[in-house]
């Protein structure tokens, strides 16, 4: 029984421990089913953030690129982005400069050694260029983009008082025209820049969002960035509305003033006009009813120098508003202009007494004594300042000059100082011409004036009648006493014979071609008698046989 029980109690106490120890088996097992279910969900919880922060950083990497690529964009609208960073670096130049100043003021009270020294004396050279710097950029710490922003200063508007001016309104319109293109173009240009900023404050925004500690500064000052280029596009946009309006009011005035010039300059084309044809008709009746040529050009000249008259008076009295203070200006200025034009003026004066005196004329036959020299020509033209005359072949060419057929100026003032012959003045066409002829002491000197006498009536017959009758016509004008017109031959004794004169009337353009035919008439009507004798220099030379030696007699006549 004893062993039965004993038997029977181990069997219960092993039954015991092995139902314990199942009972700890089964107990254990849920527990280690717990903490794996925790270290999965952790990794997985690391994984996740991992992922995350990749994609994060792959977000930012993005971002970064698309901020390279709109910085690049931005940096092309370089006027603003200049502007704006030297507005910034003012105001650090600015903050840096007082800086500087507080530490020197410090210093200067606090400094004991030679270090505080130095460092007192590099601040002083520090704040001096800063100082230069500060002064550089004077006006850009104010406000940023202020002169960008000012449009265009417009010009006072000229007036427009004649048609030179008119060149001077429309340049002024083109160039306030540029103006405000390019003040425009500014403002697009700054619209855009406004968007790449936006988008770029959006990008940084995004960025603040995925890193705040390293973007926000970034982010806060791209945000105060935008605000500032956008209040700088707000007030452009406004301005450009008012400068707009200011330049079209500007533009209208301008174009009013042209339009004024223009109507006058058509109004004076008119009447010039109208000027030029009444006097066109004018010369076509002098033309026809004047058949004498001198008269005709003079007349032509006359009406010339009216219409130019007319002409400027239209001009002077349609530009000239106060006529008075014109002429009280001159009243001042004409004394130096009289001596600064001396000759100018001497010369119109010598030209109205030509044309209104009448003592020369076109076509006339004139001699000038000019420095020394005399000019015979014939007058081709009575301008404003001078007399021009074609110099032609005459006893005075052949003795004097040795040239003919130039084209002789001669001031008009020379009428009053110098010494002026009109051979052909009013009717007078011919002059008194004379040709001397020497015979020896035993011709027959009667015979020999008679011949000459003969001769020089048969070739200036002619112009003896026609001088006649000019003379008659001149009376008119002056007072003549000796009217005599016949040939008129003299004789005088002289050393080596007798001086035979005949001075008769020629064609004063022809002198030379009837003294000519003369003169070879008397030579061989002399020849063809044998008691005169024609005198002319000779020399005897009287040869002695004794001496062989021949003894010479010079300037004999005979």
Do not use: C
């Not at 420095?371 to 032609?392: A, C, F, N, P, Q």
């Amino acid at each position: 029984m004893r062993l039965f029980f004993s038997s029977l109690f181990m069997l219960l106490f092993f039954s015991q421990l092995l139902f314990s120890a199942v009972s700890t088996t089964i107990t254990h097992i849920p527990a280690i089913d717990n903490n794996a279910t925790k270290e999965a969900e952790l990794e997985a919880e690391e994984e996740k953030a991992k992922r995350e922060q990749k994609l994060a950083e792959r977000k930012i990497q993005n971002h970064l690129q698309e901020l390279h690529q709109l910085d690049t964009q931005i940096s092309e609208e370089n006027v603003w982005v200049k502007s704006y960073a030297s507005y910034l670096t003012s105001l650090e130049v600015k903050n840096n400069l007082e800086n500087i100043r507080k530490r020197i003021k410090w210093l200067r009270k606090h400094a004991k050694t030679q270090s505080d020294y130095d460092e007192l004396n590099g601040l002083i050279s520090k704040e001096n260029i800063l100082t230069s710097q500060i002064d550089k950029l004077k006006g850009k710490n104010n406000a940023p983009f202020s002169e960008l922003i000012t449009p265009p200063k417009i010009d006072e508007i000229p007036e427009i008082s004649n048609p030179f001016e008119i060149f001077n309104g429309l340049s002024l319109i083109k160039k306030m025209d540029a103006g405000f293109e390019d003040y425009k173009k500014r403002k697009e240009n700054l619209a855009v820049l406004v968007k790449l900023l936006r988008d770029e404050l959006t990008i940084y925004k995004k960025l603040y969002a995925l890193n705040p500690e390293k973007y926000e500064k970034a982010y806060k000052q791209k945000e105060t960035e935008l605000e500032r280029f956008e209040r700088a596009l707000d007030t452009m946009n406004v301005t450009l509305d008012v400068y707009q309006k200011r330049l079209e009011i500007a533009k209208i005035n301008i174009n009013k003033s042209i339009e004024k010039q223009i109507y006058g300059l058509m109004k004076i084309g008119v009447a010039v006009l109208l000027v030029f044809l009444v006097f066109f008709l004018l010369k076509l009746i002098v033309k026809k009813y004047i058949t004498d040529n001198e008269r005709f050009y003079m007349a032509n000249k006359i009406i010339t120098f009216t219409n130019f008259t007319v002409i400027l008076l239209i001009l002077f009295f349609n530009y000239i508003e106060n006529v008075s203070y014109l002429v009280t200006i001159l009243g001042f200025a004409s004394a130096g202009i009289a001596i600064a034009m001396k000759d100018w003026f001497m010369s119109i004066l010598g030209w109205l007494v030509i044309v209104f005196g009448g003592s020369i004329h076109v076509g006339d036959r004139i001699r000038v004594d000019m420095d020394g020299m005399k000019y015979v020509g014939d007058v081709l033209d009575i301008s404003l300042l001078r007399i021009t005359i074609l110099e032609d072949i005459t006893l005075t060419s052949i003795m004097q000059n040795r040239r003919a057929g130039r084209i002789i100026f001669v001031p008009n003032n020379y009428i009053f100082t110098r010494m002026i012959a009109n051979y052909t003045h009013h009717s007078l066409k011919t002059v008194w011409d004379g040709v001397k002829i020497t015979i020896t002491y035993d011709s027959n000197h009667k015979k020999a004036m008679h011949l000459v006498k003969e001769i020089a009536k048969k070739y200036s017959k002619g112009y003896t009648d026609i001088t006649r009758k000019q003379l008659n016509k001149l009376r008119q004008h002056y007072s003549l006493k000796n009217t005599n017109v016949e040939p008129r031959i003299y004789s005088f004794i002289e050393p080596h014979g007798i001086d035979i004169e005949a001075w008769y009337l020629t064609n004063a353009y022809g002198t030379l071609t009837l003294r000519s035919v003369i003169s070879t008439e008397i030579i061989d009507a002399f020849k063809a008698e044998d008691d005169i004798t024609i005198a002319y220099p000779t020399q005897k030379i009287n040869l002695d046989m004794k001496q062989h030696a021949p003894i010479i007699h010079n300037d004999e006549l005979v």
